[in-house]
């Protein structure tokens, strides 16, 4: 199944005008969100088109049988004033907030791969093929600090650990926040 599966760039109109309801689908569907989530429908009304209007958005997507969206991968670089930037500068010691954000950087925002062909490969191939294309030095991420699978799949492609937990907002989980060097 994940053979039939072909990577491409998708440029931001095509994104917002025929996409945005596939990607909203992948990416509940991933993270166990049903239909009547408000969750699910702040990331397709707000999220989405936000990110995509922010310098340097990238966004690829795993087409299956019949173009069928099945995965994506998409961020952005980074900057001040970005509401993720912000909170993870403040928790950074000045020595990293040097080396990781001060310097441009691509932020990971999102990767997600339809439960259905999870396990074919899929999600490294997006990943893989994103990193390749960034002309950045740099990559941050967050993930939830519970999810060990998540974070041993970012370790094992070389990104580590710059910070073990991270609370964004009071009553919100805890995140990791991992960096990885794209050019050495």
């Known amino acids: 199944m994940a053979d039939a599966v072909r990577i491409e760039a998708v440029d931001t109109q095509t994104l917002l005008a025929e996409l945005v309801g596939q990607v909203v689908d992948v990416w509940a569907n991933a993270h166990g969100l049903g239909r009547a989530s408000t969750t699910r429908r702040e990331f397709g009304s707000d999220r989405v088109p936000r990110h995509a209007g922010r310098d340097g958005f990238e966004f690829l997507g795993a087409f299956g049988p019949g173009g069928r969206l099945v995965g994506f991968v ?20 000045p020595s990293s907030r040097a080396e990781w954000l001060e310097r441009p950087h691509f932020e990971l925002t999102e990767l997600a791969v ?3 062909y999870q396990d074919g490969g899929i999600g490294s ?30 370790e094992h492609r070389g990104w580590r650990l710059l910070l073990p937990e991270l609370r964004f907002e009071p009553g919100r989980p805890l995140f990791a926040i991992l960096g990885k060097e794209l050019r050495q």
């Open 74 to 93: 998409y961020g952005y670089t980074g900057a001040p004033g970005q509401w993720w930037y912000d909170r993870v500068a403040a928790a950074l010691d």
């Open 114 to 116: 339809d439960p259905a």
């Open 125 to 154: 191939r997006l990943h893989d093929t994103l990193l390749e294309r960034l002309p950045h030095e740099r990559a941050l991420l967050s993930a939830l600090a519970d999810n060990g699978r998540v974070i041993r799949f970012y």
